[in-house]
């Protein structure tokens, strides 16, 4: 039976066909190692290479590489695991920068083939970053991948790329390629990676290395000055009153560059006061006022911080600050009655009973007599002061000598019919203490 040429033809073409699928690469193919002789190829160059590559013998190694890597580039991630680390070797021998466009060539299409996009370009910006030199266009090239990074995919980062994110905007901030406010976007957001590790794993030191490490290439950099900061933020701080994150960033900022003097943490720490109240917060807002010399302000916070703690030493010490606040403002009634209560909450605290011995002396209570005895409840209080607390020993008994010159003479009592010393005596007025009767040294 005849064939008709028709028939001869769709033979011919299934054969060419068939001869094609026999033979095709697998990036053809879309198989790992291709079909067919393609398919032998490529296993037996992989085996070469890989052969070649344990033995370290690179230069043969990447012969059989190269059509791997070229026609069956989904085979395996191992083509570019150890094909980025013969073209990293390459360049540490010879300097050829050709061979870091190589490296990053081989990520992006292990990106292609197998995903990993973020880690991915982690690797092409460690690449840039540890043989770029001060190259500005690889500095660039490398912050940018990892600020993408950042942006896009922050739980890709562990300490490494943490550390290496604050480093490579260090690099481009010394370099002119960005400005201040990057530096800063940079440290806040590395901080925040590390910091949340720490939250979960406190003992880890591999990222309270990379902390210091993050701090110290901040605060080195150039950019961390408080007058940057105090640029970029106080704008927000004025017009933007309760962002509380902006605010805390702010704080956190200036805290950790050493700027908790400013105008600018000022500001912060009042306004976030206003929607996160705490004694802790109040007792700042109060010392910062005192520094200020705004004492009313400073008043008003050391009472709310009073009022919101909860520990009867810590409220204990916050009371003697404000008795001490209203002594020098020479209140003296109030600066005792603070100082009694700071000591009520704390009988170790030597410094009440000294502030009550300093409200006390010069107290008017009515004539020079009654004025004087005044000066023998001073220095009770202030050897009171001194046993129950060592360390004012010096200055405690510096004001003994001088207070006890203040007493009445023995002729000004005998005048009163107070003739024997060690006597009770009752002073009266606004201080209404008991105390013992002496007489000054003449």
Sequence with gaps: MKRTASTILTGLLLSVFT?????????????????????????????????????????????????????????????????????????????????????????????????????NSLRKAFALYEFGGNDPDYARQCYDLIKGVMESSPQSFDYTYSSLYMAITAKCYALKLIEAPAVITAYSQSMKVVDNQLSRKPDDARYTEARKNIDAVFRSSGAASCENIEHLFTAGVDNNPGDTAMLKKVITLLTETGCKDSELYFKAATNLYKSFPSASSAAQLAEMNVARKNYNEAEKYYTEAIELETDNLVKSGLLTKLATLELASDSKQAARDFAKAAYSLNPTNGNALYIIAEAYAGARIGESFENQTVYWV?????????????????????????????????????????????TSYQVGGWVNESTTIRFRKE
């Design 19 to 119: 001869l094609a699928l026999q033979a095709q690469k697998g990036v053809e193919t879309g198989t790992p190692f291709g079909i067919g002789e393609d398919s032998t190829r490529c296993l037996r160059n992989t085996s070469l290479y890989s052969t070649y590559y344990e033995n370290k013998d690179y230069k043969m190694a990447v012969q059989f590489w190269r059509p791997v890597f070229m026609e069956c580039p989904g085979s395996s991630r191992n083509t570019y695991i150890k094909g980025e680390a013969m073209f990293k070797d390459f360049f540490r021998k010879t300097g050829n920068k050709a061979y870091i466009d190589t490296v990053l060539i081989i990520l992006d299409q292990r990106t292609k083939y197998f995903n990993e996009g973020p880690a």
């Design 378 to 422: 001073v220095v009770d209080y202030l050897l009171r002061a001194k046993n129950t607390d060592p360390t004012l020993k010096d200055q405690v008994d510096e004001r003994i000598a001088v207070y006890s010159r203040l007493f009445p003479t023995k002729e000004e009592a005998f005048f009163r019919s107070l003739v024997e010393e060690g």
